[in-house]
């Protein structure tokens, strides 16, 4: 069964340094999303890619967050600096033509 | 206001017990809707759609009211391994945009 890739699956940083996350769809699906749990809440959506585009980037804080798709493939998610309040698990999902499935997700922690 | 509304719980049900979660959205062109389940720590993987007419699937049933806005699951017979959240998800009326509930945790006790 084709599922969705991530990594790191955790990954500690101290505030202020740099950190990516990798994400590699199901393959053929055009829509990839980027996502940030909260524990005891439900994803937020950062950012939903269309092929190569970026569709909805509303919520990316993005003085700090940069994210890019640039085959329309695989996708990296950036954040500098780290900041305490970032700490949160970062779920990859990706949608063919039905449902959007999700990958195992990435747990940032930083201290 | 939340474009998806979920009772946080948690519900706390023996074996055996029925049990069943509500879930309100706010925008009545809302296009699809889905139950996804999430372990803890884990990714939400998606439980079941939910479609005009309602739909089941083995011990799970999922309603949609779309004239009062709200999707339901039933769990009949609860089994310790039902415990977990569920996360009430709708599609949205844009591009192919997901909105989540903040989920209901379910306990299933001995």
Known sequence: EAEVAQSPRYKITEKSQAVAFWCDPISGHATLYWYRQILGQGPELLVQFQDESVVDDSQLPKDRFSAERLKGVDSTLKIQPAELGDSAMYLCASKGSGEQYFGPGTRLTVT | ?110
């Open chain 2, 1 to 110: 206001r939340k474009e998806v509304e979920q009772d946080p719980g948690p519900f706390n049900v023996p074996e055996g017990a029925t049990v069943a979660f509500n879930c309100t959205y706010s925008n009545s062109a809302s296009q699809s809707f889905f139950w996804y389940r999430q372990d803890c720590r884990k990714e939400p993987k998606l439980l079941m759609s939910v479609y005009s007419s309602g739909n089941e699937d083995g011990r799970f049933t999922a309603q949609l009211n779309r004239a009062s806005q709200y999707i339901s699951l039933l769990i009949r017979d609860s089994k310790l391994s039902d415990s977990a959240t569920y996360l009430c998800v709708v599609k949205g009326y844009n591009f192919n945009k997901f909105y989540f509930g903040s989920g209901t945790k379910l306990n299933v006790k001995p």
